[in-house]
């Protein structure tokens, strides 16, 4: 199984603030890649598919880049709503496995 | 618009069977959607544990595939999931979630609430 590596595990940032949480993948999975945001006793919820695409209704102060084996998530002016654990998950193929989340928190 | 609701028993004997349903309202289950589940430990993160589709094709993690079975029940619009020999590490919050696939990416995007299930005698 294709290993998901996240870092850092937790951060603390100011509001305003751009946040960047790394995903590395053990091989290469091209562009296969989504970001979800969890906030506690709640569902994760999709924020970008396709490494960079921006999910339905999702805010454009988050971002997605990369490809290979080295993916970022970028909050652009963290706000506080945005607090949560973040995880990636690669689909390019079975099983599919997710990061192991960073947390994000305020400072 | 489409909601999903997790249902079965919160509470699970060791070396018992975990049978959990995910009720689809808002459309059909027969769409072109694969249905998922995925569990999250206390406390830890998300585990993908697999993925069914209308037709019965299933994905499973190597992990759990000796211990699972997913079906789908076409006429109650719901799908299911069945784990054997459980222990106290199969304790977690269970989710299950529509694949709304875009561009041949999977995109997790709707969600029931998740259901706890202990496992404890």
């Known amino acids: 199984a294709i290993q998901m590596t996240q870092s850092p595990s937790s951060l603390s940032a100011s509001v305003g603030d751009t946040v960047t949480i790394t995903c590395r993948a053990s091989?290469?999975?091209?562009?296969?890649l989504g970001w979800y945001q969890q906030k506690p006793g709640k569902a994760p919820k999709v924020l970008i598919y396709g490494v960079s695409s921006l999910q339905s209704g999702v805010p454009s102060r988050f971002s997605g880049s990369g490809s290979g084996t080295e993916f970022t998530l970028t909050i652009s002016s963290l706000q506080p709503e945005d607090c949560a654990t973040y995880y990636c998950?690669?689909?390019?193929?079975?099983?599919?496995?997710f990061g192991q989340g960073t947390k994000v928190e305020l400072k | 618009q489409l909601q999903l609701q997790e249902s079965g028993p919160g509470l699970v004997k060791p070396s018992g069977t975990l049978s959990l349903t995910c009720g689809v309202s808002?459309?059909?289950?027969?769409?072109?959607?694969?249905w998922t589940w995925v569990r999250q430990p206390p406390g830890k993160g998300l585990e993908w544990i697999g993925e069914i589709y209308h037709s019965g094709g299933t994905n499973y993690s190597p992990s759990l595939q000796s211990r699972i079975t997913m079906s789908v029940d076409k006429s109650n619009n719901q799908f299911s999931l069945k784990l054997t020999s459980v222990t106290a590490a199969d304790t977690a919050v269970y989710y299950c979630?529509?694949?709304?696939?875009?561009?041949?990416?999977?995109?997790?995007?709707?969600w029931g609430q998740g259901i706890l299930v202990s496992v404890s005698s």
């Open positions: 808002g459309s059909p289950i027969s769409g072109s959607h694969w």
């Open positions: 998950l690669q689909d390019y193929n079975y099983p599919r496995t």
């Open positions: 979630a529509r694949d709304g696939e875009r561009g041949g990416n999977s995109v997790l995007d709707y």
């Open positions: 091989q290469g999975i091209r562009n296969d």
